[in-house]
């Protein structure tokens, strides 16, 4: 695609403002969507105490609430929501920027103490990743950074590794991507529609932008519908010490480790090389980091030399070697070698990437962190 896209309307880019370093403040505005939100959106059951409280903050969402108009909430399910919106809220507006608080959830020494749910994270990576792909014409990559902050289903089919949206599945499973409807008709015993997926692939990527310029309402009724192909290029070996490699013109892999370097670049300031592989063959290995919990304890365990489950170890998605363009800005005692990342699916084939392990793991020296 040649012209620049629009993207995510529901990542809240539009209503943020860039600072002079490139990073975002929050608005009134983007503090508005939330209460748009299912979880903080009125409903026709919600309270008199409960629709005063949406009012007071959508006219003023930096406004202080006092306990009580939290107390004076009737469904307890709906105080608890309005609590973490009002805890995130503070704590964003105090960092000053997404990228500061982000940080600040996930500091390098340890200390960090997430007191907000999952989903405000995979908020502000969605609308730090917008901002950081807002030049963006490859679908390859915007789709491979959907990754980042919305869990994937990792299927084999045809020899090919699939990435698709775990929601959105789950969703089309159950439905057949007709919302009630389909529920209604799987419910009586009646044939659901067949579900509609697609590879994403150079015929179909202006399908795939589309998609993701839908508005929000859209987006949340079953976007995501586009699989991305994460199969490794594959390596022939020849003799005589030669190999041909036979490359994939597009690879969800690549494009992945293009939005990891971005990421890394952005919120630490270093810039490294990120390409995908297939082995750690390498007596040099030092310093590995895991980009979900199950990838953390597989490395550890390979580094140092235990035996693995092969049914384990086929979980592995793929490995990534990682390179830093000036090792001065590594620890010493690692300076100039490589650190392989890897990701993995759990044991239902759920990959959940956790973005901050690259913040917060790699060899920076200390005075870095």
């Known amino acids: ?52 409280l949406h009012a007071a903050l959508a006219a003023s969402p930096s406004k202080l609430v006092a306990p009580g108009e939290l107390q004076a909430l009737q469904d307890a399910d709906v105080r608890d929501n309005y609590a973490h919106f009002l805890r995130f809220r503070d704590g964003l507006l105090a960092a000053g920027t997404l990228e500061a608080y982000y940080l600040g959830l996930f500091p390098r020494d340890g200390t960090g103490r997430v007191d907000i749910p999952p989903l405000f994270i995979d908020l502000m990576v969605q609308a730090v990743l917008r901002s950081l792909l807002d030049d963006c014409t490859d679908a390859y990559e915007v789709r491979a950074a959907e990754m980042l902050f919305r869990p994937q289903r990792i299927s ?81 070996e020849l003799g005589h010490g030669l190999v041909l490699t036979v490359v994939r013109a597009h690879s969800g892999l690549k494009a992945l480790a293009a939005v990891l370097q971005k990421w890394i670049a952005h919120l630490l300031g270093v810039a490294v090389t990120i390409r995908p592989v297939q082995k750690v063959d390498d007596e040099a290995w030092r310093w590995h980091v895991g980009l979900d919990a199950g990838a953390t304890a597989l490395l550890n365990d390979l580094y140092e030399g235990r035996e693995v489950e092969p049914a384990r170890l086929q979980r592995l998605v793929s490995l990534f070697r990682l390179e830093f363009a000036d090792p001065r800005e590594m620890r010493a005692e690692v300076a100039g070698k490589p650190v392989y990342l890897g990701m993995m699916t759990d044991a239902g084939g759920v990959l959940r990437l956790k973005p901050q392990n690259l913040l917060v793991n790699l060899p920076l020296p200390a005075a870095a962190s």
């Open 156 to 236: 084999t089919e045809g020899g090919r590794v699939l990435s698709g949206d775990l929601a959105v599945l789950d969703m089309l499973h159950e439905t057949g991507g007709v919302g009630d409807f389909g529920r209604f008709l799987a419910e009586a015993g009646a044939p659901v529609p067949a579900i509609e997926l697609r590879v994403l692939a150079e015929d179909n990527a202006a399908a795939y932008w589309q998609e993701t310029e839908e508005t929000e309402e859209a987006e949340r009724a079953g976007g995501h519908r586009f699989l991305l192909d994460l199969t490794h290029e594959l390596n022939n």
């Open 1 to 52: 695609m040649s012209l620049m896209q629009d993207f995510w309307p529901s990542s809240g880019f539009k209503q943020l403002r860039r600072t002079s370093r490139g990073w975002l403040q929050p608005t009134d505005d983007y503090l508005r969507l939330f209460l748009a939100r299912p979880e903080l959106a009125l409903v026709p059951e919600s309270c008199d105490a409960e629709r005063a």
